[in-house]
């Protein structure tokens, strides 16, 4: 993928104890035009982050001195709006973060694809400065199935009117199903849909995904059972 | 792999109680064979019969005597002796002359003494029931071993011509004595014992005999009662060996059994441990087999614990440097400039350096894990060891001044010099690595309370507290400052450990007073001196 210069204001966050992946992605958002502030300890990074809070925040699940998941909780105290993506190395590790009531905004496994990341970071900016503008959908950027409503913009799902918080993975993923509902989406399918951008995605972690995206759903819907595992295949988006 | 599971199970249920029942079995046939054995042994009936033969001759020959006065069987002597002693005898004791006729018979004498009624006692019906049961045995091992029976005469010994035949009357008037044994008319198991003495007569033939009758019928009915007895006997110890028994398969068979249950309870349906034995409370050899099982499979637990999480580790350890071989192999790809793209492939390099170090630490680890037992090991010497490795940094060239301060004494300790190197390396290059340049790591060696000891003190940061107890823990690693220089894996100290435990030692790690860190490596030492002289090394 061509990697289009466009200027952004906004800071990112990096936090990771391992310096070459703080490197490379360092440099890889610097040449996005982003601002990036660095750093390899959790303490370290929230005593400089509370002084000034980024507009992104990519965070290391296990960081010396105060673990991301610890990190996240505090930068969320501060702010409800500020997008936060975990990198995770451990698939254990990712399902017991998506237990959590953190209120990342999206998830990536170590080893990711940094274009991927890129095009998160981008997603979530964009996803942020839209909500911030109110909802004022082009209706041809809607995606309407039976009660399901996407807004293929904002990265937003509603239910009936009402708002599914979902990150963007889980987005990527129920729009990739609703938008041929009652036909089997193989987990390689739902693999290209949720990262376009990346090829090494091991199954385990589209299935976690599904299993918290109809978590939401029936939290939202109790009576919720439109994803219906089809053994051996994949998914299949059944509507209301 | 068919320990697991149903199929291990289907036979431990089969098998339940089989303890419990040779137990029972074992006790029963401890009471019941001795018991058995005087019940079914006819030495005793045999003794019987022989005091009832001795006595019945005695009186046959007391009798003979009284009679042997010449012309004492020609009058009313012998039915007038008979007479008198009817009243006394047991027996049926009869005279005859030299032909064999009867002269006197204590049969044809009146009513004789009654002895006591048998009847009564054979009437009790719990008796006859307990009689029953102990024939069953008895009669069966008749028929299994028939007891050697005497031979029967099967003629009628008084016919009624008033002449008594028989073996032993012909015997008796021949002047031997004369003995037979013929079943009883009434046809029971018992038999008439009869014996004959010769009356002395003027000349060499005997002038008559005596013929003493018995019947054994009293003898059986007194083994009868013996039997009786000791088969009430065997009775309740059988009884009593039954609840023994019970009690004993409580105290062994169901601790077992419990056992058994707990240790299908603790693999669950894959085979996996879950869980351990209770810690039994018992002072038995079954408490200390179950305390056995309790550490056994606790330390399986743990070494369970360990792999699954040693898998996830090496996992999350191997991720991270793939995780930036991808991300720099992708920007190379993706840079403009010429020396972006070098920085990136640099970096890809590094990465893959660290994963080749990372794979050797931990072949290198499960390797001292399995085999540190079977590696040869002698008396090493730690002076020459540290003298050696100290001062292979100090030919390299380091940036940090290395020194040793060697004790009076030589310390040894068994264990193989390869790995003992290995500990200091380890140690070593984990003090320079945190030291600034030019400042000092001191090594020392010291004997204190029969351990070696050696001290590594650096100059650099010190280990924050918070740190103290993980900094030997498999991948834990802290580096705080320089984190780009020497890659590390976070199992050098892990290596050290795992050594010096193996060995019997221990490491332990503190910051000092007055900055920097000490490591202290104890091991057991080799006694030296005068002792080692004495006890030479086992």
Not at chain 1, 58 to 67: G, S
Not at chain 1, 125 to 140: D, I, K, Q
Not at chain 2, 300 to 325: D, K, M, T, V
Request: glycine residues 8%.
């Amino acid at each position: 993928m061509r990697v289009v210069k466009s200027v952004h204001p906004e800071t990112v966050a990096v936090v990771d104890d391992e310096p070459a992946i703080r490197e490379t992605v360092t440099f890889a958002l610097k040449r996005e035009g982003y601002r990036v502030r660095a750093f390899g300890d959790g303490r370290e990074a929230w005593e400089s982050l509370q002084q000034e809070l980024p507009g992104l925040a990519i965070l290391d699940i296990v960081l010396p001195r105060m673990d991301g998941l610890e990190l996240c909780r505090k930068l969320r105290a501060r702010s409800e709006a500020l997008p936060i993506i975990f990198l995770s190395s451990r698939d254990e590790e990712l399902d017991r973060v998506l237990g959590l009531e953190l209120g990342a905004d999206d998830y990536l496994c170590k080893p990711f694809s940094m274009r991927e990341l890129v095009a998160r970071v981008k997603v979530l900016f964009r996803r942020a400065a839209l909500l911030r503008s109110g909802p004022s959908a082009e209706p041809e950027k809607l995606l309407k199935a039976g009660p399901l409503e996407l807004d293929l913009d904002r990265y937003t799902a509603r239910w009936n009117g009402a708002l599914v918080s979902l990150t963007v993975t889980e987005f990527l993923l129920l729009q990739s199903l609703a938008r041929h509902p009652g036909h089997v989406k193989t987990r390689r399918q739902l693999m290209e849909d949720a990262y376009p951008h990346d090829a090494f995605v091991s199954e385990r972690t589209i299935d976690s995904h599904i299993k918290r995206l109809r978590r939401k759903l029936v939290e939202t819907e109790p009576s919720f059972s439109g994803i219906e595992t089809v053994h051996g295949l994949g998914y299949r988006y059944e509507g209301g | 792999m068919g320990e697991e599971g149903g199929p291990a199970g289907a036979p431990g249920r089969r098998r339940r109680g089989g303890l419990s029942t040779r137990l029972l079995a074992f006790n029963l046939l401890l009471v019941f064979i001795p018991a058995a054995g005087l019940l079914y042994l006819g030495t005793y009936e045999k003794q019987l019969l022989e005091a009832q033969e001795r006595s019945m001759v005695q009186e046959g020959r007391v009798l003979a005597a009284a009679l042997s006065e010449p012309g004492a069987l020609a009058g009313e002597e012998a039915p007038r002796v008979l007479a008198r002693l009817n009243r006394r005898l047991e027996s049926r004791i009869r005279v005859v002359d030299a032909h064999g006729k009867i002269l006197a018979d204590t049969s044809r004498l009146g009513p004789r003494r009654e002895k006591p009624a048998e009847e009564g006692r054979e009437a009790k019906g719990r008796e006859r029931i307990l009689y029953r049961v102990g024939a069953i045995f008895y009669s069966l091992s008749h028929r299994l071993l028939p007891p050697a029976e005497p031979p029967l005469e099967m003629r009628e010994p008084s016919p009624p011509d008033g002449q008594l035949r028989g073996r032993e009357v012909e015997a008796a008037l021949s002047g031997r004595y004369g003995r037979t044994v013929r079943p009883s008319p009434a046809g029971q198991r018992s038999v008439t014992l009869s014996i004959a003495i010769p009356i002395a007569g003027e000349g060499a033939a005997p002038a008559g005999a005596v013929v003493v009758t018995s019947s054994t019928w009293r003898i059986l009915q007194d083994l009868y009662a013996i039997r009786l007895g000791i088969f009430q006997v065997c009775l309740a110890s059988v009884a009593l060996a039954g609840v023994l028994s019970l009690l004993v398969s409580k105290t062994i068979a169901r601790p077992l059994q419990e056992l058994r249950d707990e240790a299908a309870a603790i693999l669950d349906r894959r085979g996996r441990l879950q869980g351990s034995f209770r810690r039994s409370q018992r002072k038995d050899e079954i408490g200390e087999l179950s305390r056995a099982l309790h550490d056994l499979t606790a330390r399986l637990e743990g070494y369970q614990r360990f792999l699954e999480s040693f898998a996830a580790e090496i996992s999350h350890e191997f991720r991270n440097p793939l995780a930036s071989i991808r991300i720099a192999a992708e920007m190379a790809e993706d840079a403009e400039k010429e020396e972006d793209r070098r920085r990136f492939l640099e970096i890809a390099q590094r990465e893959v350096q660290r994963m080749e170090r990372l794979l050797s630490e931990l072949r290198e680890m499960t390797r001292v894990d399995a085999r540190l037992e079977s590696e040869e090991q002698g008396a090493l010497s730690l002076n020459a060891l540290l003298e050696r490795v100290c001062e292979g940094y100090r030919l390299r060239g380091s940036r940090v001044v290395f020194s040793f301060e060697p004790p009076a004494e030589t310390i040894t300790v068994q264990a193989s010099g390869e790995r003992m190197a290995q500990v200091f390396e380890n140690l070593l290059d984990n003090a320079a690595s945190f030291s600034p340049d030019g400042s000092a790591v001191r090594v020392r060696l010291d004997r204190e309370e029969g351990a070696a000891c050696v001290r590594i003190a650096d100059q650099g940061p010190g280990i924050p507290d918070e740190h103290l107890p993980r900094i030997f823990e498999r991948f834990f690693s802290w580096r705080p400052g320089h984190p780009e220089a020497d890659p590390h894996t976070g199992l050098g100290l892990a290596i050290v450990r795992t050594i010096v435990e193996g060995y019997g030692g221990t490491v332990a790690a503190a910051t000092n007073p007055e900055g920097g860190a000490t490591f202290t490596v104890r091991m057991p030492a080799s006694r030296t001196g005068v002792f080692a002289k004495l006890a030479p090394r086992a």
